[in-house]
């Protein structure tokens, strides 16, 4: 069965530091996403991404946050400049195109568990 | 404002008693769409059901089911005959229509079964 992948499962920076963070999505699906769950709490929008830009954005996703599909097959997150507070899960998330604009559900990578010392 | 409440923090029950999770949920649009994931400690979000705000019919996938009542804006879940393995953070979430798909998410109920 198709799954999304995530690349690091862990990955520990220094503050100041960049980070980027890789997904797969499943090949047929055209919505992507990355959310973010901070330890203990809920998962958090951050982006959406749709015919290659981003369709919607949170308050979250500052200037410090950047998203890109460099080929076919990627989706990264990139952080340019790591803080103390973005330590978190990040979760990468897709889902197929629909008729009818219907929101089908998303299928989650595992996700990267990003520390920021 | 979009927005999902679920009120139960933390559960804890015994095998196989029946459980039910609640979620509460505020949109303004008239169609939408709601969810129930689940987290198990190993920390993966699994997608168990998605219900459009046009189909209240209660469904039941084996020990699962899900009650939709638009009335009380609640999307609530019931497992029946708990097991160990249903252990886990369960997600309500809601996504509105003509927008981009995203999902929000409600803070999460923690249930522990004990054997």
């Known amino acids: 069965e198709p799954e999304v992948t995530q690349t690091p499962s862990h990955q520990v920076t220094q503050m100041g530091q960049e980070v980027i963070l890789r997904c797969v999505p499943i090949?047929?699906?055209?919505?992507f996403y990355w959310y973010r769950q901070i330890l203990g709490q809920k998962v958090e929008f951050l982006v959406s991404?749709?015919?290659?830009?981003?369709?919607?954005k949170s308050e979250i996703f500052d200037d410090q946050f950047s998203v890109e599909r460099p080929d076919g097959s990627n989706f990264t997150l990139k952080i340019r400049s790591t803080k103390l507070e973005d330590s978190a899960m990040y979760f990468c998330?897709?889902?197929?195109?629909?008729?009818?604009?219907?929101?089908?559900?998303?299928?989650f990578g595992p996700g990267t568990r990003l520390t920021v010392l | 404002a979009q927005k999902v409440t679920q009120a139960q923090t933390e559960i804890s029950v015994v095998e196989k008693e029946d459980v039910t999770l609640d979620c509460v949920y505020e949109?303004?649009?008239?169609?939408?769409?709601l969810f129930w994931y689940k987290q198990p400690p190993s920390g993966e979000l699994v997608f168990l059901i998605r219900?459009?705000?046009?189909?209240?019919q209660n469904e039941i996938s084996g020990r699962y089911s899900w009650n939709f009542q638009k009335s009380t804006s609640s999307f609530n879940f019931t497992i029946t005959a708990s097991q160990v393995v249903d252990s886990a953070v369960y997600f309500c979430?809601?996504?509105?229509?003509?927008?981009?798909?995203?999902?929000?998410f409600g803070q999460g109920t923690t249930l522990q079964v004990k054997p």
């Open positions: 998330a897709s889902r197929r195109l629909t008729s009818g604009r219907a929101n089908n559900e998303q299928f």
């Open positions: 090949s047929n699906h055209l919505y």
């Open positions: 991404f749709y015919n290659n830009e981003i369709s919607e």
């Open positions: 949109t303004r649009d008239t169609t939408y769409y």
């Open positions: 219900r459009n705000s046009f189909d209240e």
């Open positions: 979430a809601l996504s509105e229509a003509y927008d981009t798909g995203k999902l929000i």
